[in-house]
């Protein structure tokens, strides 16, 4: 088994790269690592700030109207007296009034809030939006002041469904046709007015229920809870979030960083990049290997040609260029892996260097102690006949 150093060209070259580069390097790991300790610390240690515009209610108003009905006339299945409430139907025949209230409260940090409680009888006919007529009869009002919070105001009154339908016929009749449909609605209006938090608020609210006439039933329909708000802006400073990739990547950065400038530092302390006279030839060599090789032939040359007077070439870069000034090829010679450019009288040769041994590692004396296989060296045919 053999026990010679094995050559590894890439690791020659990266050798030679971290030599020549070193103080860029280092300077590039330094800062990647500034970088990432600067991330760290603005993301994890102490996150910079910035201001938002928020939009806070400072005072909400909700209104809902209830209704029931209470049983005045005989009938088969309900006692008089019986209250019935919040029904979707009602029966004119045993219950025509309907009782209705409307109450309205408020939420916020005040107690300085005057309320308005209107509710007002609408007959309209309406057609797309477009109300051709309208009559109005108010049916209860209430005013509160300094109201505290949560504290319900209300209005309450009775409606005769019976004598609002035959209002309904009445004006139909004396208008005669309407274009659109005729509604009745309990519109109630809230109105709002103080100070709260420092600021002086004043809002509206409206809402609606409707009543349907149907012969022997009217039923009754709304919007449930009307809730209205009013609103403040302000300027707040808030903690800035970041993305996870900042997150992630700050820590890595100073990590990669780190490593690779302490990595970067021993090996150059222990002269692990520096480059031999010998090796940086053989590099340059490889280098005019790969460049030149559209310009160079593999022809075994007879001995009387390789005889000849010589001229030596320093570089094989030299060589292709005298050779293709002298508009001739350069041969190589698998059998002695020398570089020729043949003329009439002289021969101009380069002879290659040899791969440079690379001194074994602890990692190579164990590889070689176990019967691991190497890495093989990278050679052209030049070093394959050497």
Request: net charge negative; aromatic share 6%; with cysteine.
């Amino acid at each position: 088994m053999s026990t010679e150093p094995q050559f590894n060209e890439r690791r020659l070259r990266l050798r030679a790269i971290l030599n020549a580069q070193f103080s860029l390097l280092l300077a590039v790991c330094l800062l990647t690592a500034a970088v990432g300790v600067g991330l760290v610390f603005t993301t994890h240690v102490s996150p910079a700030t910035e201001t938002e515009t928020q939009t806070m209610d400072i005072l909400t108003v909700d209104t809902e109207h209830s209704h029931s009905a209470v049983v005045t006339e005989s009938n088969p299945v309900f006692d008089i007296g019986t209250v019935l409430d919040d029904r979707n139907t009602y029966f004119t025949g045993v219950s025509p009034e309907l009782d209705i209230e409307a109450e309205t409260a408020y939420s916020a940090s005040t107690d300085d809030v005057d309320l308005t409680v209107e509710s007002v009888l609408v007959i309209r006919n309406v057609e797309d939006d477009i109300v051709h007529w309208d009559r109005h009869e108010q049916l209860a009002t209430q005013d509160a002041t300094s109201v505290e919070p949560e504290e319900p105001v209300d209005v309450s009154f009775s409606l005769d469904t019976t004598a609002i339908d035959e209002t309904v016929g009445a004006i139909e009749a004396e208008l005669g046709n309407s274009p659109g449909e005729t509604e009745t609605v309990v519109q109630t209006t809230v109105e709002v007015d103080g100070t709260v938090e420092g600021e002086s608020v004043s809002e509206t609210q409206t809402l609606e229920m409707e009543l349907q006439h149907d012969g022997d039933t009217y039923s009754v329909s709304g919007d449930g809870v009307e809730s209205t708000s009013a609103d403040r802006t302000e300027q707040v400073t808030v903690e800035r979030t970041y993305s996870p990739l900042r997150s992630i990547g700050g820590p890595l950065l100073a990590i990669v960083g780190i490593v690779g400038a302490v990595a970067l530092r021993y090996g150059h302390e222990r002269d692990e990049f520096e480059i031999t006279a010998a090796e940086s030839e053989y590099l340059s060599y490889r280098d005019d290997r790969s460049e030149f090789g559209e310009w160079i032939t593999h022809i075994r040359l007879p001995q009387s040609v390789t005889e000849r007077e010589a001229a030596t070439a320093e570089t094989l870069g030299d060589l292709v260029d005298f050779a293709i000034d002298r508009e001739t090829g350069v041969v190589h010679d698998p059998d002695t892996g020398v570089y020729y450019a043949v003329s009439d009288d002289v021969v101009y040769t380069y002879t290659p260097p040899t791969a440079p041994l690379e001194v074994e590692t602890e990692a190579d004396e164990a590889q070689q102690t176990t019967g691991t296989p190497t890495e093989q060296p990278e050679t052209d045919e030049a070093e394959q006949t050497e």
